[in-house]
């Protein structure tokens, strides 16, 4: 099965409709919809003008949660808030339709000290894991038999600290969770994140596809140093969905040229509407 393209939402295309015109104009599959945004707060989703614009241009969807979402957070009120933001996340994607539900996990605030860093995650890690137990029966609930999968993208913080990674099994405890890898937060983080995602290359599901140069990452595919192939046949064997996520339009055609003149096989080409 080809592997699907898609984009990122971009400060260029802010509604759904600019959106999807650029995403059928490039040959891309989906967009995914970044709940940072004002008009992409699950609230304020209208899920019936999102599936006529699907319908008119022949796309579908993926959400990404808010960058800040922290359901660990240390306040019952505040973790609480978190854990109710991505239940109507979920909730929302599944009248979308939208197979995957991007989430960062969040490593929490640390303390700075003369020699250190310490996480306060780690220094209580019980309760890390125990509040992160009730968030993932939570959207478990909230997801259902849907198929729907949250898929948890790694942010450069696997190799350094161990608690995340006892955070990421405890989630992926639940079928509901999976994988994204983000291919420049890996490269940016000296592919620290690479044997986590490695060991557990069977849940993955998504790949924020991205070019990288040392700590630079976001780059347009070919203008780093990534060995971009080798995450595209990794995309391909593991059947997942690829964003392309780099910032711009401009940057985005050009990651689609990227991909025609080097994978032709994959032929993103400029499509009419259906």
Same mark, same amino acid.
């Given at each position: 099965?080809?592997? #699907? &393209?898609?984009?990122?939402?971009?400060? +260029?295309?802010?509604?759904?409709?600019?959106?999807?015109?650029?995403?059928? +104009?490039?040959?891309?599959? &989906?967009?995914?919809?970044?709940?940072?945004?004002?008009?992409?707060?699950?609230?304020?989703?209208?899920?019936?003008?999102?599936?006529?614009? @699907?319908?008119?241009?022949?796309?579908?969807?993926?959400?990404?949660?808010?960058?800040?979402?922290? #359901?660990? /957070?240390?306040?019952? !009120?505040?973790?609480?808030?978190?854990?109710?933001? @991505?239940?109507?996340?979920?909730?929302?994607?599944?009248?979308?339709?939208?197979?995957?539900?991007?989430?960062?996990?969040? #490593?929490?605030?640390? &303390?700075?000290? #003369? /020699?250190?860093?310490?996480?306060?995650?780690? *220094?209580?890690?019980?309760?890390?894991?125990?509040?992160?137990?009730?968030?993932?029966?939570?959207? *478990?609930?909230?997801?259902?038999?849907?198929?729907?999968?949250?898929?948890?993208?790694?942010?450069?913080?696997?190799?350094?600290?161990?608690?995340?990674?006892?955070?990421? /099994?405890?989630?992926?405890?639940?079928?509901? &969770?999976?994988?994204?890898?983000?291919?420049?937060?890996?490269? @940016?983080?000296?592919?620290?994140?690479?044997?986590?995602?490695?060991? !557990?290359?069977?849940?993955?599901?998504?790949?924020?596809?991205?070019?990288?140069?040392?700590?630079?990452?976001?780059?347009?595919?070919?203008?780093?140093?990534?060995?971009?192939?080798?995450?595209? /046949?990794?995309?391909?064997?593991?059947?997942?969905?690829?964003?392309?996520?780099?910032?711009?339009?401009?940057?985005? !055609?050009?990651?689609?040229?990227?991909?025609?003149?080097?994978?032709?096989?994959?032929?993103?080409?400029?499509? +009419?509407?259906?």
């Amino acid at each position: 099965m080809p592997v #699907p &393209f898609g984009m990122p939402t971009l400060i +260029e295309t802010k509604t759904p409709d600019d959106c999807a015109k650029l995403c059928r +104009e490039l040959g891309l599959s &989906f967009v995914e919809l970044n709940m940072n945004l004002p008009e992409y707060q699950a609230d304020a989703l209208d899920v019936k003008h999102l599936l006529d614009i @699907a319908g008119e241009y022949g796309i579908s969807y993926t959400l990404h949660l808010d960058e800040n979402l922290n #359901p660990c /957070d240390f306040n019952d !009120r505040v973790s609480k808030a978190y854990t109710d933001t @991505a239940i109507s996340a979920i909730l929302k994607a599944r009248q979308l339709s939208a197979p995957i539900l991007n989430m960062h996990v969040n #490593p929490g605030v640390y &303390f700075t000290l #003369p /020699d250190k860093k310490v996480f306060l995650f780690e *220094e209580y890690e019980p309760e890390y894991l125990r509040k992160l137990t009730v968030f993932r029966d939570a959207c *478990e609930q909230a997801a259902g038999s849907s198929g729907m999968v949250v898929c948890l993208e790694n942010c450069g913080h696997y190799g350094s600290l161990p608690y995340m990674r006892k955070g990421l /099994d405890l989630l992926l405890e639940s079928p509901v &969770f999976a994988l994204t890898w983000d291919v420049g937060h890996n490269a @940016a983080a000296d592919y620290s994140d690479e044997p986590t995602l490695i060991e !557990r290359l069977h849940r993955l599901r998504h790949i924020h596809l991205h070019d990288a140069d040392g700590r630079s990452n976001h780059l347009v595919l070919g203008e780093g140093s990534v060995d971009l192939m080798k995450y595209l /046949d990794l995309a391909e064997k593991q059947d997942c969905r690829v964003v392309l996520e780099v910032k711009t339009a401009d940057g985005l !055609r050009r990651s689609v040229e990227w991909i025609n003149r080097e994978t032709p096989h994959y032929n993103l080409r400029h499509r +009419e509407r259906p």
